[in-house]
Each structure stands twice: as structure tokens, then as C-alpha cells.
Nanobody, 124 residues
Framework: QVQLVESGGGLVQAGGSLRLSCAASGRTLSNYAMGWFRQAPGKEREFVAAISRSGLSTYYADSVKGRFTISRTNAKNTVYLQMNSLKPEDTAVYYC?????????????????WGQGTQVTVSS
């Protein structure tokens, strides 16, 4: 079992930045590809960013490309999502997830473990 806990969410003005963290316990995160997803009220959960086990490969949704950066520090069992130039449409609950595989994936059903989520609210 892997327990994931997100932190770093909050309220920020448009154009601002936040850094989300996802800390894991139970098993080492180095065995897992990791992803960030988000869910806005009344909408389905959507893919945001993913990173391979090694951290050498990343992938982003078009809506966040160039503004968000996913990274990981396996020694600290932690994954990050740096979010810059935030927009009101980025408002959502953000979830991190772990997939027992080498390469990243954008598919929700490929992920084995999920955190409880952290709220990000961007005001205009």
C-alpha cells in the first residue's frame, strides 16, 4: 500500500504561483510513475501532468504546458507540481496518483493509489 498526502494548495490571484507537494509513505515512490490530476466542481477529473519513475520523462496537458512543471525527489519520496501564471480556470481540487509502472501515463484507470486532494483556488 502507498499512502499519498498532497499539500500546498490555497487561494492565489490570477498570475500567481503555487507549489504542490505529494508525500508518500508505505512504499518507496521510486517504484512508481506519478501523475497529477484535477477536478473542478461539476466536471470530471482530468489529467494535468505525469512523470516517469526515473523523472527523466514528463508529459503535460495542453492547458498547462509551459506554466506547470512536475518533478520528483525519490530520496524524499515526494513529487511536486510547480504552478506558475495561474488562471481562474485552474481552480480545482488537485490529486496526486501513483502507477506501478516505469513510464508515465495519462489514463486515470492506470493509477493504483490516490491522495485525498488539495484545493487550489485562483481569483480573477
Amino acid at each position: 500500500q502507498v499512502q499519498l498526502v498532497e499539500s500546498g494548495g490555497g487561494l492565489v490571484q490570477a498570475g500567481g504561483s503555487l507549489r504542490l507537494s505529494c508525500a508518500a509513505s508505505g512504499r518507496t515512490l521510486s517504484n512508481y510513475a506519478m501523475g497529477w490530476f484535477r477536478q473542478a466542481p461539476g466536471k470530471e477529473r482530468e489529467f494535468v501532468a505525469a512523470i516517469s519513475r526515473s523523472g527523466l520523462s514528463t508529459y503535460y496537458a495542453d492547458s498547462v504546458k509551459g506554466r506547470f512543471t512536475i518533478s520528483r525527489t525519490n530520496a524524499k519520496n515526494t513529487v511536486y507540481l510547480q504552478m506558475n501564471s495561474l488562471k481562474p480556470e485552474d481552480t480545482a481540487v488537485y490529486y496526486c496518483a501513483a502507477a506501478l509502472r516505469n513510464y508515465y501515463t495519462t489514463a486515470i484507470d492506470e493509477y493504483d493509489y490516490w491522495g485525498q486532494g488539495t484545493q487550489v483556488t485562483v481569483s480573477s
